[in-house]
């Protein structure tokens, strides 16, 4: 690992390494979005100090739960509306468009790698999209605005119209089994890629944190820019701790 406390030369050389790339991934993590307004889960004043997420199973066995769910994701989505995606998002934009990206894999599910411009083709979302509701027997897609009316007039978490299944928001809570053509979709990128770029991440929850693991065993050259440390800075050939729109912003600007 290169020493993070020389951030200039851990730069240089970074631009260095991704104008070699051909085959990059960006594996981003709520990190990404904080600049965009969005608090992240693990940072002081984060998500997780707040409130614990409602596992999965929760969610399925208990009416309560599901109506404290839609709560939360309501209070939260008021909170962030209109959120835009930052310089560190149109980063990852640009450097596919120079050529140097191929794809972006995200844990996060608030749909701002899609605004940046990154075509669905090229992203991986592996928890889900909060951005719609879905059916979990029947996967048929509802709008969040009809769910929110339906709790207004039923004072119930809504169930589907189309086969009476639960309706859930269509991110991968924990606990929730993985989305397995995300999962398949992200090996596949992993296995060809040259380059590996763990983003804004903490790199704690599982399967995704395995990730850059898979990428450098493979033989890709992994880069970690966090602002805290995370258990695999010493691995990463280059681990730079500071903020990603500062950082990415320049090496796109330079590179
Ligand atoms: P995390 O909260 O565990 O880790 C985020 C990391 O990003 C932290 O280590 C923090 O130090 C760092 N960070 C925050 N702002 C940064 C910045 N500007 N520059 C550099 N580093 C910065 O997030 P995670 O690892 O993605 O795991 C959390 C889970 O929560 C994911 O599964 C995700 O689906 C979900 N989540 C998503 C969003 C979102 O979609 N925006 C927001 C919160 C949580």
Partial sequence: MRPTSHIGHAVAELKDLV???????????AGISTQSGIPDFRSPGGLWSRNRPIDF???????????????RK????????????????????????????AHVITQNIDGLHQASGVP?????????NGTYAACLACRTRYGLDWVRQEIATTGEAPHCPACGGLVKSGTISFGQPMPQEAMRRAEAAINGCDLFLALGSSLVVQPAALMPLMAKRRGAALVIINREPTEFDEIADIAIRGELGEILGEIVNVG
């Fill in 19 to 29: 104008a070699s790339a051909r085959s990059g991934i960006a594996f981003t993590g």
């Fill in 74 to 101: 309501f209070a939260l989505d008021d909170a962030t509306a209109g959120a835009q995606p930052n310089i560190a998002h149109f980063a990852l934009v640009e450097l596919m468009r120079r050529g140097h990206l």
């Fill in 120 to 128: 669905e083709d090229r992203l991986i979302e592996l928890h889900g």
């Fill in 57 to 71: 199973q929760d969610f399925v066995r208990s009416r309560e739960m599901r109506l404290e769910a839609w709560r």
